[in-house]
Nanobody
């Protein structure tokens, strides 16, 4: 399972750091990324990090504001979010990624963590 945490309420321009901990998930076999979803919309891939290649894919909407990183010793992936905007409001999930997509067979998304950007 991949469990995201660290969300909350923040003012526009603020920062948050999300964490994703892998429990019983083959962390070493997949690129792990961050996704977000708002009601009525498809899950959107925003950042994907391959620890094997070192490659990073970022959505244009978060480039220069969000940074993905990992702590391999702790099977944890982070998302540092700076300069947050109201349109970043969503439930954020972590999961295996292929570019900014995800394996269609993956179902174990976990509950996600709510990020709300509002004054």
């Amino acid at each position: 399972q991949l469990q995201a945490s660290g969300g909350g309420l923040v003012q526009p321009g603020g920062s948050l750091r999300l964490s994703c901990v892998a429990t019983g998930f083959p962390f070493d076999e997949y690129a792990i990324g961050w996704f977000r979803q708002t009601p009525g919309k498809e899950r959107e891939g925003i950042s994907c990090f391959s620890r094997i290649s070192g490659g990073i894919n970022q959505a244009d909407s978060v480039k220069d504001r969000f940074t993905i990183s990992s702590d391999d010793a702790k099977d944890t992936v982070f998302l540092q979010m700076n300069s947050l905007k109201p349109e970043d409001t969503a439930v954020y999930y972590c999961g295996p990624c292929i570019g900014l997509g995800y394996p269609t067979e993956f179902r174990a998304w976990g509950q996600g963590t709510q990020v709300t950007v509002s004054s």
